[in-house]
Nanobody, 120 residues
């Protein structure tokens, strides 16, 4: 089994930045890809960014150029640097991991989430 613990959420003004961290433990050999999802009130969960064990990354179109995902394999930790945040991006952000790939709204392992609130 894999355990994921997020940190770094909080309140930030529009245009500001936050960096989220996710520490993985357990059967981490099962993980091929890690990433971040978010879910805002009344909306479906969406994939924000992902990174493979080889370091390949992909991003939702809405965050390209503003968000950066990175991975520290030695520490089994993935990060999401979020810049120029917008109020509509207020959501619970979830760290996730997949044995193969991350789906649009599905993953094999989930953290419990961290709240990000962007004020106007």
């Amino acid at each position: 089994q894999v355990q994921l613990v997020e940190s770094g959420g909080g309140l930030v003004q529009a245009g500001g930045s936050l960096r989220l961290s996710c520490a993985a433990s357990g059967s981490i050999f099962r993980i091929n890809v890690m990433g971040w999802y978010r879910q805002a009130p009344g909306k479906q969960r969406e994939l924000v960014a992902g990174i493979t064990s080889r370091g390949s990354t992909n991003y939702a179109d809405s965050v390209k150029g503003r968000f950066t995902i990175s991975r520290d394999n030695a520490q089994n930790t993935v990060y999401l640097q979020m810049n120029s945040l917008k109020p509509e991006e207020s959501a619970v952000y979830y760290c996730a991991a997949g044995r193969t790939v991350l789906g649009t709204r599905a993953a094999d392992y989930w953290g419990q989430g961290t709240q990000v609130t962007v004020s106007s």
